[in-house]
């Protein structure tokens, strides 16, 4: 159980802090994937997806911090939406040409591994 709470808590941290740099630096933080926000719209779309999406989901793992009975919904969650992230980079890497891409390897990397720990720490919890 403690192992699951240190994943929760190391991803709720990661997520608040990488969304409200998006939120508050939108063009900066794009930039670090090679990513040009052209118009207002642009960056509105990147604090809210990248932002409030990020916050959001920080907000939930804090609350499943607070409420036992969430923490495996919020291990399965961290599961599904990293092995998505890392499926869909994988694809986009094939598609793209992806052997020069370190922000997109680093960030495969970081998906595959956060959806393993989080995989882990759910299959450590006890069952019902």
């Known amino acids: ?3 699951a709470r240190v994943i929760l808590v190391i991803q709720m941290l990661a997520l608040a802090g990488l969304g409200l740099m998006y939120f508050v630096r939108p063009h900066e933080m794009a930039n670090l994937s090679g ?7 642009a960056a509105t779309d990147v604090r809210a997806y990248y932002g409030g999406l990020q916050i959001g989901l920080a907000a939930f793992l804090a ?3 607070s409420r036992l009975d969430l923490t495996r919904a919020a291990l399965t969650l961290l599961v599904l939406l990293y092995s998505s992230l890392a499926l869909a980079r994988i ?10 891409q370190t922000f ?4 495969l ?3 595959v591994v956060s959806a393993g720990l989080a995989f882990w720490a759910l299959r450590g919890l ?3």
Do not use: S
């Open 109 to 111: 990397l970081v998906e």
């Open 126 to 128: 006890p069952r019902r």
């Open 35 to 41: 990513m040009l926000l052209m118009a207002p719209a």
């Open 104 to 107: 997109n390897l680093l960030a």
């Open 63 to 65: 609350l499943a911090l």
């Open 91 to 100: 694809g986009g890497l094939w598609l793209d040409g992806g052997a020069q």
């Open 1 to 3: 159980m403690l192992f």
